[in-house]
């Protein structure tokens, strides 16, 4: 029995669902946008045997055909929970793509996600690795997560502190919740009417100072990281890349010494932890992959931490080409590289 506004959809391919632009087929594909079809998705599972929730296929890699069935999500909808002088909180359904939620939320003066400008993909799937950029990460802002548990059919709510948010990282990226949770709204806590701001990474300061309007607002902040993210990203559509590949490799305040006596000029920011943080994408261009073009992928000439599909990479072409990456930043600095992006098949 299925409801009637999900149609079910038999080997589909998988190409315009993901950045990477990968020629991949799912066995089965629906689009959800009504909530009482998460009820469904248990029985979907037990029939097609695994369960991919897809938003906008920005942070993944299929290495293979999916012998499963995808769930594109499409549930939308932005809704105000309350507000007092200082601060909005807001319930965004998961399917709302991030992009035209940070533009809402600037164009009502809405502060916190500013930073966050020009990230693809869906609001639901940010919490998934607390996506970050340009000195903020999306923990800042959120207070809770709802999630449907597939499995047992209820929904479920994370409080900040329970999504267990870190770098890149979140509860529902732990290994044994791939497939358990469909994140269904993430609710926020924005400031009305921001005088604070972050403007100390990178170029953002001196992008806004060189502008006719330098007075700093979410507008002028939200178009100096588009203009910086411009620069330096391949846009997806006209070259496949889910953004960096890997995370930026956390290392003992010791293990930095050392590569600091023999590459003297290695950028190093110590973190509150006691470790210090190194650009991966600085070792990657340190072993000679900066735009250099390897059959049909390669690391892009701009930024060497985003890998990309010249057109016809398959999904093992790439991967293969990681780990090359890989053991190569290994061999030169004792450094192992853990992927930012999310393997399909899991
Ligand atoms: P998808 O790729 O569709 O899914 C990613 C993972 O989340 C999958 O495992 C999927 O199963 C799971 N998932 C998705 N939605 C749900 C849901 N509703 N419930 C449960 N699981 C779900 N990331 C950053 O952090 N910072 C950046 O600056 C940044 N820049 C990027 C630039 C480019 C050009 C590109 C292509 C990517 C960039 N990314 C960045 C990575 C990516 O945009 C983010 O990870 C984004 O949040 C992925 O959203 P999505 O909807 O496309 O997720
Ligand atoms: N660098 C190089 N070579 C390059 C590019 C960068 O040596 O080709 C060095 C430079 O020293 C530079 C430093 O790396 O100062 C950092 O580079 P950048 O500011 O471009 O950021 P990043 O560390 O490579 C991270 C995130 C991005 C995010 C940017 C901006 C990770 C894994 N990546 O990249 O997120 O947009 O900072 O805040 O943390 C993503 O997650 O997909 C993503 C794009």
Redesign the pocket.
């Known amino acids: 029995m299925t409801h009637p506004s999900m149609k079910i959809k038999k080997h589909i391919s998988l190409k315009p669902y993901n950045?990477f632009g990968i020629e991949a087929y799912a066995d089965a594909f629906a689009i959800l946008e009504d909530k009482e079809d998460l009820f469904l998705l248990q029985s979907l599972k037990e029939q097609y045997g695994k369960i991919?929730?897809?938003?906008?296929?920005?942070?993944?890699l299929f290495t293979d055909n999916f012998k499963g069935i995808v769930i594109h999500?499409q549930l939308s909808g932005i809704e105000i929970l309350s507000q007092d002088d200082q601060y909005i909180h807001l319930k965004v359904a998961?399917g709302v793509n991030?992009h035209s939620f940070v533009l809402h939320a600037i164009k009502k003066n809405w502060g916190g996600i500013e930073n966050l400008s020009l990230?693809?993909?869906?609001v639901?799937?940010?919490p998934?690795?607390n996506?970050?950029?340009y000195g903020v990460e999306v923990k800042n802002v959120i207070t809770k997560v709802t999630?449907f548990n597939i499995e047992k059919g209820i929904f479920e709510e994370f409080d900040n502190p329970s999504c267990q948010f870190a770098y890149?990282e979140s509860i529902?990226k732990h290994p044994e919740n791939?497939g358990k949770?469909?994140?269904?709204d993430v609710t926020f806590q924005l400031i009305k009417n921001p005088t604070t701001f972050n403007t100390s990474y990178g170029d953002i300061q001196k992008i806004i100072d060189a502008s006719q309007d330098s007075t700093i607002h979410l507008k002028n902040i939200s178009e100096a990281v588009i203009k910086i993210r411009q620069q330096k990203?391949?846009?997806?559509k006209e070259l496949g890349?889910?953004?960096?590949f890997f995370k930026n490799p956390e290392i003992t305040n010791e293990e930095t010494n050392i590569l600091l006596k023999e590459y003297p000029q290695l950028p190093h920011y110590p973190l509150s932890n006691g470790k210090t943080k190194i650009p991966a994408a600085w070792l990657i261009e340190h072993c000679g992959w900066k735009g250099l073009k390897v059959g049909n992928t390669g690391n892009h000439c701009q930024q060497a931490l985003v890998i990309v599909n010249y057109g016809k990479a398959t999904g093992q072409e790439i991967k293969l080409h990681a780990q090359n990456v890989q053991e190569s930043v290994l061999k030169k600095f004792n450094i192992s590289l853990q992927t930012e992006v999310?393997f399909?098949p899991y």
């Open positions: 950045t991919l929730i897809l938003g906008g296929g920005s942070n993944v999500n998961s991030w990230i693809p993909g869906t639901g799937a940010a998934m690795q996506i970050g950029a999630a890149r529902f791939k949770y469909f994140i269904t990203l391949p846009d997806p890349n889910a953004g960096s999310n399909i």
